[in-house]
């Protein structure tokens, strides 16, 4: 007799899946295209910050010694920025310094224009200013390394690229940085009894919807792009149509032929193909029987053929799995919250994803109300709804008033906490 599939909860499901969804491939973009990309690197100083003593002014480079009872000094020439490298003469000179210029060898101060009066090649400083200042070394002088030292890590892996670090990237010469490559994802639907939605179906049959939901949900949220295939119900086409999909994507979503029925081929075909299942059930209702498998960086999610099973699996655990590919996908990878404006029971030791209505207060808080429905094939109640509570299996009554976590179908159907 066939064993049982143990179901795990679904703190393990989601833990499982994060594991092996970081796997993540990586590609070389240029400066021009990695704009909000995720990086799959450190980026390191290529070289001490600033690289060179820096004139932080415009004014003159001098010698502190050269001002004791001296408030004039000779202008010996102008060190630009850009210009290799000069030395101020010996003796009370100075020479003329630009912004951003290094430091003339020999000097270790910069006295600004306005601190001073050029006259006849000659510049008299304030006297007020040599009080001042005099006495401390490099004023108005940014120093070497001060910014950092080579080879310090001025940005993270896993950080997005914004404008300030694009120009970090810049500034150490890294115009090709490695940035995570997004899944490639494909959906796969499975069922003698589907028909595609442009035809007519026979009375045994109904239209093909949710691989074209699912597809919408992944662009919604991500903006990536997906192809979607369907297969017989039969282990060798299932083994072929499979292997064949995954030449091309890295990411599969298979809806239906995942449970316990006779022509619920999924699970052997992935064994089939050298897939490793991690875990086939889930303490959860609806989506109990979703299956997760890998092969090397090759991820196969199989979720229920039921429309509310398939949407609610696919947000619970995908969507979240993509966050960590994607920029500003914090709402992606954690639920919001809402106010229950009704009680619910649930009496089975399992995790609960009821659909809901959601909608503001009167102080603009999310409450959320349950969408009755006829069970996980239920349409026109996933029609209706606008995401899906998450209740602890522990506990099996949820009052009025009480607020628990939220998972909204699109970006702005209560993201807020």
């Known amino acids: 007799m066939k064993s049982k599939n143990k179901l795990i909860s679904v ?27 995720i990086l799959a690197q450190d980026v390191s100083a290529d070289r001490d910050y600033p690289p060179y003593d820096r004139a932080a002014m415009d004014g003159i480079a001098v010698r502190r010694a050269d001002l004791a009872g ?84 001025l940005i993270r892996q896993g950080q997005r690229i914004g404008a300030v670090q694009l120009s970090t990237l810049a500034t150490v010469g890294l115009v090709r940085p490695w940035i995570v490559q997004p899944p490639e994802f494909a959906f796969l639907s499975t069922g003698d009894e589907l028909v595609d939605p442009a035809e007519k179906p026979r009375q045994h049959q109904v239209r093909i919807s949710n691989v074209y939901a699912l597809r919408a949900l992944l662009k919604e949220w991500s903006g ?21 999909i995954l030449a091309a994507c890295s990411w599969l979503i298979i809806c239906g032929a995942v449970s316990k029925g006779k022509y619920d081929f999924i699970p052997a075909a992935l064994k089939a193909l050298g897939f490793k299942t991690h875990f086939h059930g889930i303490q959860q209702r609806p989506g ?73 207060d009167a102080k603009n808080r999310l409450t959320a109300a349950p969408v009755a429905a006829s069970g996980s094939g239920d349409l026109i109640a996933l029609g209706q709804s606008h995401g899906f509570l998450e209740l602890p299996a522990h506990r099996d009554q949820f009052r009025a008033g009480s607020r628990q976590a939220y998972w909204p179908w699109v970006p702005d159907q209560g993201s807020r906490q």
């Open 70 to 153: 001296n408030s004039a000094l000779h202008i010996a020439g102008i060190q630009a920025a850009g210009q290799n490298r000069q030395k101020l003469p010996a003796g009370p000179k100075a020479l003329e310094v630009m912004t951003g210029a290094i430091l003339p060898a020999g000097s270790d101060t910069v006295i600004p224009y306005e601190e001073l009066e050029l006259q006849d090649q000659r510049a008299v400083v304030h006297q007020k200013w040599i009080d001042l200042y005099s006495g401390q070394p490099y004023v108005n002088v940014h120093r070497q390394a001060s910014d950092c030292r080579k080879g310090d890590r």
């Open 11 to 37: 703190e393990s499901a989601g833990g499982l899946i994060l594991a092996r969804s970081l796997r993540t491939a990586r590609q070389r973009a240029s400066l021009t295209d990695c704009l909000g990309r």
């Open 224 to 244: 990536l792009p997906a192809t979607i295939h369907h297969a017989a119900d039969a282990l060798q086409p299932s083994i072929d149509q499979i292997q064949s």
């Open 288 to 360: 109990k029987p979703m299956l997760f498998a890998s092969r090397g960086k090759k991820l196969v999610f199989a979720l229920p053929g039921n429309p509310v099973s398939a949407m609610v699996c696919f947000r619970r655990y995908v969507l979240p799995a993509l966050a960590s590919h994607l920029p500003d996908s914090t709402p992606l990878s954690r639920p919001g919250a809402v106010q229950l404006t009704q009680p619910i029971r649930f009496p089975k030791q399992m995790q609960y994803f009821p659909l809901v209505t959601v909608q503001p």
